[in-house]
């Protein structure tokens, strides 16, 4: 079967989840999945197309809430977002690029999920899992 484009998962859990994700600039490291304390029960890894960070669009691996009805809304996984691809679908993102670029220096001064946290060996290896850099 062939990937979906991320558009029709960004609308779905628009619609459908307390979250979403604008999935071009999600890395993919799965930063949200680590935190969360019903990750089997909520998130599923899904293939889709999209780009990293706005370049070359092609099929990469990306979270996508499966169960919304499963999530605590305990918003850990947004905290623990590096770059700000995460939001309430009650304020979706408006300048998903800014977010990016304000979310990356964030990382520098965060005490908990900041630059450390986001290059551990297991972040770096599902960020080159699911962009296929392996
Ligand atoms: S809000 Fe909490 S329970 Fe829901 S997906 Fe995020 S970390 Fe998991």
Request: contains cysteine.
């Amino acid at each position: 079967m062939e990937a979906k484009h991320w558009r029709y998962y960004y609308e779905k859990m628009l619609k459908e989840a307390p979250l979403v994700i604008y999935y071009p600039t999600c890395g993919g490291g799965e930063e949200c999945l680590y935190v969360c304390p019903n990750k089997d029960r909520v998130w599923e890894m899904v293939p889709m197309k999209v780009t990293l960070f706005g370049f070359k669009e092609e099929v990469r691996m990306r979270p996508f809430m499966a169960h919304p009805e499963n999530c605590a809304r305990c918003f850990l996984c947004m905290e623990a977002c590096p770059t700000g691809a995460l939001k309430p679908s009650s304020d979706p993102p408006k300048h998903p690029y800014l977010d990016l670029f304000v979310n990356t220096i964030k990382l520098f001064f965060k005490k908990r999920y900041g630059w450390r946290w986001v290059l551990r060996k297991e972040h770096i290896e599902k960020f080159k899992k699911n962009n296929n850099l392996t």
